[in-house]
């Protein structure tokens, strides 16, 4: 969602961040608006700093949109986005609530930690750059926090966005630990171009 609505001119369209997600979900499945809501009551009831939770944002969005913009940090900016979801979901007749968390014991939150730790950039935002090794602290924050599927997904957009160095051996470890989650080939298959350079 972040990627596809945020587009470099946005601006343009839409009078506010907020007016731009509401146009956007508003004819999306029950499906997408319950994983949305999830995801953002996951971020906004995490551990993650303000300031972490806005990295997260900035480099999702491509580095065109950053909540501080509309007076917004970053926990308030993922409620923000909770609230405008939660309607669609219990329009849909279920519960607007959040997602399990994983034990923070279980192996696969170590495997998660261990993948974003490793986040390479090869190019920042321009106008807006963020910190790489702030970014890895905040994703492997997150996946310490029980939500290691959530900070692997934020991994693969993150890397696509800023065009992240991965060997082999870290492809493998992404692919591996995307199929335990479900993920299927044209999520995992983003991260091809970024290998062997």
Request: hydrophobic share 45%.
């Amino acid at each position: 969602m972040a990627a596809g609505v945020f587009v470099p001119s946005w601006w343009s369209r839409h009078a506010s961040a907020t007016a731009a997600v509401a146009e956007a979900v508003a004819t999306v499945s029950a499906d997408i608006a319950e994983q949305y809501l999830h995801d953002a009551l996951a971020l906004s009831g995490s551990p993650l700093t303000n300031d972490q939770l806005e990295a997260v944002w900035v480099s999702v969005t491509g580095g065109n949109h950053r909540p501080a913009a509309e007076g917004l940090g970053g926990r308030a900016w993922f409620r923000r986005l909770a609230e405008l979801m939660t309607p669609l979901v219990e329009r849909a007749g279920r519960e607007a609530g959040e997602a399990d968390a994983v034990d923070p014991q279980d192996p696969v939150v170590g495997q998660v930690v261990d993948i974003v730790g490793r986040l390479s950039f090869r190019s920042n935002f321009w106008r807006d750059p963020v910190d790489e090794g702030f970014l890895r602290t905040a994703l492997a924050d997150l996946a310490r926090s029980g939500r290691p599927e959530l900070a692997l997904r934020l991994f693969i957009s993150v890397a696509v966005n800023h065009h992240a160095r991965l060997d082999d051996d870290l492809e493998a470890a992404v692919w591996r630990t995307g199929r335990r989650f479900g993920y299927g080939d044209h999520l995992l298959a983003r991260l091809e171009h970024l290998t062997g350079s």
